[in-house]
Every structure is written in C-alpha cells, then in structure tokens.
C-alpha cells in the first residue's frame, strides 16, 4: 500500500525560515541594545520597584497619573522583570514584537489574498526598521495591534452578515484602547482606517432600515471613546514642544527612493537599502497591471482602503514637519506609507513568478543589513554593555548617580541607564522622568533636594527638573563615561573635576580608562 506524503508548501517553508533565523539572530544576541532600550528597561524596572513598594524609589519616583500614549512597553517589561532578568525580559519583548508584526502581516494578507500569501516576506525586513533599532519600543508594539485590530474587524465585522455581538464591540474597544495606550499615532490610523471600512457597510445596511445603521454607528463610535477620551486628557495636562523642523521636497522624495526606514545605524546604508526600492515598485507595477485587466475590480473595492491610507500617510509625510507632536513625524509617516503600500500591493491580484523574484531579492538585502551592517554595530554595543555592567558593580542599591557621558556617541547616551536595570538606583538626567509621557515620572513633594557640592545646579552636567522637598541629599556617585582627559579640556569640566577631587573619591576605573566611578567620600 502507497502512502500519500503531504505536499510541501514551498512557500510558508521559505517564509518561516526567514523568518526563524532572524528570530535566532536576537536570541543569540548577549542583548540586543538599542539608544532608548536602555531608559526603557530602567524606567520599566521602576514601574516593577514602585508598584512592589520600594520605599526608596517611591521618594524619588511615582507612576505617571496621566493617561499618555507610551505606557504599553514599561508596563509589559516590568511583568516579564517581575520573573524574568532583564535580559530575558528585553528578549521577550523584542519577540512579542516580531512574532506579531511579522505573523498578523501575513495573516492580514491571507485573510484578504490567499493566493498572494507570498508577498509577507516584505513583513520581514520591515520589522528591522530604524524606530525598532534605536529602542522606540511603543512604536513597534503599536503594528502588531495595529494589525490584530484590522485582522478582527475584517473577521467579525466586515464579512458578518448579522449584527456582531454586543461582546464583540467590547473586544475591539478593549483593543482600540491598548493601541492608544501603545502610541498615539496607530491610534489614529486604526480608526481612520476602521472607519473607511465600516463606511460602506453602512451604506449596505441602509436597506434594512435606518435605525439598525444608526444603531451600528453608536456603538463603533463608543469603542474609540475611551482612547479620544484619555487623548484629550493628556493634551491638557502635558505640554509638548513641537518644533517646524523639516527635510526639503527633493529630500522627502529620496527617502522614498532610498527606503530610509530601514537605514539605521549609518548614512551609507541607503546604497542598500535603495535596491529594495525595486523589488517593492516591480510588485506595485504588477499589482496596477492585473488590476487594470480585470474591468470589473476597476472600481473602488475594501482593499483600496489601504491605497488611501498610504496616500494619506505619504501626504502627511510630505507636510508634517519632522519636529511635529514628539519628533521624528518624517521617520514614522514613511514607515506608515510603505506598509500600508505593501499591503495594497499584496491584497491585488499578481504572478507568482514575480512574487518568487521579489521574495528572494527582498530577503538578500535583509541578511545583508542584518549580517553585514546591523550585527557587528550590535556585537560593538554588546561590548560596551558589559564595559558599563562591570562598572555598576561598584555603585550599591539605593544610591543617586549623576552620569557624565563623554563618549561623544549618540548609541551610547543612555548606555549608562543599564545600571539601573536591576537594582535600586535613581539616575539623575532621566528624560523619561522629566517628559511627562512615559510610565514615570519624578515625586514632586517628597523627593529630596538633590545637591552636587551644596548647589543643585551645576551647568552644563547638573540641572533639577523637579520640586523638592525641605531635605538634602547629596549625590551618592558620580559616573563619567567616556575620556576622563576630555573633561579637563574646558573651565566648565574643571569644575566638576574639582569637585570630584575635594569630595569624591575614585572607585572604579575600567581598563580602558573609559569609566570611571567617583563615590561620595565615606559613603
């Protein structure tokens, strides 16, 4: 008797292992740090210390009251910290990410084109974009929601032919609401786009009476207002300073040549990244070309919403200033362009030849950017961490640390923030703190009155941000990072190293004499 062996589906066993040896990549990472990563998993450690009762850190620190739009990734790092090391908790959360970016992208497209499944290896390059590299940890959780939410409506609300249920609105508002809770921005394309696809259901339902429409719109109208209503919220009570900080029209149009999402870590990098430019405009030109043949998909159908999602993207991206809302518009408007592009492109009709062509193109140029670019900057990073880690283990718990980066790196300017990962510290120069739209945010009241040589403020490297109380405290330990040498090139240096010579003594000084540890004398 013959047995039947199951077919092998080429195409999922091509994807998966794309996608699993890039998973494999940040495994094998020691970490995998980033700019932000490293206040990211400092503040996430204070959530954990604050929600846990540490008497040390409520005085200086006390969770943000403010409903913000940057909560998700602190809360979710300080339960994985809460059992895991921190380490592993960073893994994980880069997993969730790249797991649901890259799965619920394909899963999108095989809920709208099965037959056009093989065009979710774009999923992958673009999971590695810049905002992911440089530690925007809330951006890059908001796209597999972003995506869930669109995967759920289509499922329960757009190819239902009943009314969904009453449980089914609270599922999606809960989503709604996580996405706002995650970023901003999503929040607002998942109901733009979420609208534009119950528009014409509406329409649809006007013949069943006027009442069941209106009944309809209520409803989806209560599941954004939870996130419109904490959004409102956060616009009156933090202040954010926007500036008109812009790219010239012949600069925007070459970051869409050069596709510069996905340049990270060196200007260079486009001479790469451009030739995925190619691959992505054959795949439009191809998806334009079997649209036009069939006359009977020339009018406006549920995929082009994507088509007008990109559009109003790439319009946003050409006029918002890059300075607008938080910073960086130009950066996440073009990431925001191209994958509502892909997603269109794929939700056509195309030739499986082609797509074989581009998925083999598209992940070439991925293992370049990841093997010869982007894995040696990490194994460099890596390096650095452990030089950081060492030098921590001389400063105690429940100690104030003022960091002077000398380093002259942009990676490295929270490097010194790992010290705080996972023990009790408060590292003076927390942004994170000081912005008003993270997890934390300083006690204002209890926390001491904090002091370098009697005075709290010491330009250039010492500055409050906060309200103090009646006490003083003097700061625990000093951290200089980078050329000691460096620091007594200007007047304004000399005076910090005085002080450090008259009260300070060193501790630590690494065998590069890039750290050094100066200590309260007898502390």
Request: glycine content about 6%; some cysteine; aromatic content about 18%.
């Amino acid at each position: 008797m013959n047995k039947r062996f199951p077919s092998i589906n080429y195409e999922a066993l091509f994807f998966y292992s794309c996608l699993g040896v890039s998973l494999v990549v940040i495994l094998l990472n020691p970490t995998n740090p980033t700019l932000d990563g490293p206040a990211h998993l400092y503040n996430a450690n204070l959530v954990k210390y604050l929600i846990g009762g540490n008497q040390f850190i409520s005085k200086y620190y006390t969770l943000n009251r403010v409903p913000a739009a940057n909560f998700t990734d602190h809360y979710l790092l300080a339960f994985f910290m809460s059992v895991f090391s921190w380490q592993v908790a960073e893994k994980l959360l880069f997993l969730l990410y790249l797991l649901g970016f890259t799965l619920l992208f394909r899963s999108l497209i095989k809920q709208w084109r099965p037959s056009n499944i093989g065009l979710s290896i774009l999923a992958i390059p673009f999971a590695f974009p810049f905002l992911y590299y440089i530690g925007f940890y809330n951006y890059c959780l908001s796209f597999p929601l972003l995506f869930g939410i669109l995967v759920y409506h289509h499922k329960i609300f757009y190819n239902q032919t009943g009314e969904p249920a009453l449980k089914n609105y609270v599922i999606l508002c809960l989503l709604a609401t996580l996405i706002y809770f995650t970023n901003g921005l999503s929040f607002l394309f998942a109901g733009l786009a979420l609208f534009l696809f119950e528009g014409p259901i509406w329409l649809r339902l006007l013949k069943q009476g006027i009442p069941i429409v209106w009944k309809r719109l209520l409803l989806f109208s209560l599941v954004w207002m939870p996130g419109i209503i904490c959004f409102l919220v956060f616009l009156c009570k933090v202040h954010i300073d926007s500036s008109n900080d812009r790219l010239s029209f012949s600069e925007l149009t070459q970051w869409i040549y050069h596709m510069q999402p996905l340049v990270v870590f060196a200007s260079g990098e486009s001479n790469i990244t451009c030739y995925l430019f190619y691959p992505v405009f054959i795949s439009l030109v191809t998806a334009i070309y079997f649209r036009l043949r069939q006359k009977n998909e020339m009018r406006f159908n549920q995929s082009d919403v994507f088509l007008l999602l990109s559009a109003i993207a790439c319009l946003c991206f050409f006029i918002v200033p890059n300075g607008a809302s938080v910073g960086m518009m130009t950066t996440r408007l073009c990431n925001y362009f191209f994958i509502f592009l892909l997603f269109w492109i794929a939700m056509q009709k195309g030739s499986k030849i082609i797509t074989w062509m581009v998925s083999f193109v598209v992940i070439a140029i991925h293992f370049t950017l990841l093997f010869t670019l982007h894995q040696p900057v990490i194994a460099d990073l890596n390096s650095e961490l452990k030089n950081v880690r060492e030098a921590g283990g001389s400063i105690k718990p429940n100690s104030i640390v003022l960091n002077i980066d000398l380093t002259g790196n942009w990676l490295l300017n929270h490097f010194p923030d790992y010290l705080g990962v996972d023990k009790p510290l408060v590292i003076l120069g927390n942004y994170e703190a000081n912005d008003g739209w993270f997890a934390i945010t300083w006690n204002n009241g209890t926390i001491p009155h904090i002091q370098l040589d009697g005075k709290d403020s010491i330009p250039p490297f010492f500055n409050e941000h906060w309200k103090p109380s009646g006490e003083t405290k003097a700061i625990d330990y000093v951290f200089v990072y980078g050329n000691y040498e460096d620091l007594l090139q200007k007047q304004d240096w000399k005076t910090l190293n005085e002080i450090l010579v008259k009260d300070y003594k060193l501790v630590y000084n690494s065998p590069d004499k890039r750290i050094h540890v100066f200590s309260l004398a007898g502390k």
